[in-house]
């Protein structure tokens, strides 16, 4: 696709479901990135993929929260058992191997836990 | 990974020029510079990215002076659409990019 794209744009759930977020990089990008933005505040980093691989993933917040990549495509961010507090915009980003400087974001997943 | 900082905020009227200065004293030699532009419900946006000197493209200007412990992302004649948050990196051999709070410009009419 042209860009990165991330699914669905808004998510409400009750506190205490899993969630799912979805992310299709863009072609040829075999890095992937996960952040999120809290109401107001800078971008948080969460996890960051090469191909399926995940090298880093330092900025987990917890062990509710995980992510996978399928090949250098899609990943997936879980969030087990939300909690009011992961109440943010979700967002995810690729970039080529040789750049991870520049970084090209999705629109968000806004969360919102009840 | 290098630290920078910039202004938390600026504001602007429409039709001036908007210089941005962030300092990153500790960059590293192989380090570029990179500034990113995020509006409200987006996600931020690579703008402009630099190594040394000037560089130019249709939306901004970037200025780094020698020592390139700073660089300045000049906004020319801003419009209210300019309003928005920027934010400015450095580094390359990270996989982790950290973003600041960046600057929060507001261009008035």
């Known amino acids: 696709g042209a860009g990165v794209s991330q699914s669905p744009s808004n998510k409400v759930t009750e506190k205490g479901k899993d969630v799912e977020l979805r992310c299709d990089p863009i072609s040829g990008h075999t890095a992937l990135y996960w952040y999120r933005q809290s109401l107001g505040q800078g971008l948080e980093f969460l996890i960051y993929f090469q191909g399926n691989s995940a090298p880093d993933k330092s900025g987990l917040p917890s062990d509710r929260f995980s992510a996978e990549r399928t090949g250098e495509s899609v990943s997936t961010l879980t969030i087990q058992r939300t909690q009011q507090e992961d109440s943010a915009v979700y967002l995810c980003a690729s970039s080529l191997a040789t750049r991870p400087d520049t970084q090209y974001f999705g629109p968000g997943t806004r969360l919102t836990v009840l | 990974l290098a630290k920078t900082t910039q202004p938390i905020s600026m504001d602007s009227y429409e039709g001036q020029e908007v210089n941005i200065t962030c300092s990153h004293n500790n960059i590293a030699t192989n380090d570029y510079i990179t500034w990113y532009q995020q509006f409200p419900s987006q996600g931020p946006r690579f703008i402009i990215q630099?190594?040394?000197t000037k560089v130019t493209n249709e939306v901004a200007s970037l200025f780094i002076p020698a020592d390139r412990k700073s660089s300045t992302l000049s906004l020319p004649r801003v419009s209210l659409s300019d309003t928005a948050v920027y934010y400015c990196?450095?580094?390359?051999?990270?996989?982790?990019?950290?973003f600041g709070t960046g600057t929060r410009l507001q261009v008035f009419p």
């Open positions: 990196l450095v580094g390359l051999n990270t996989d982790k990019l950290i």
């Open positions: 630099g190594y040394k």
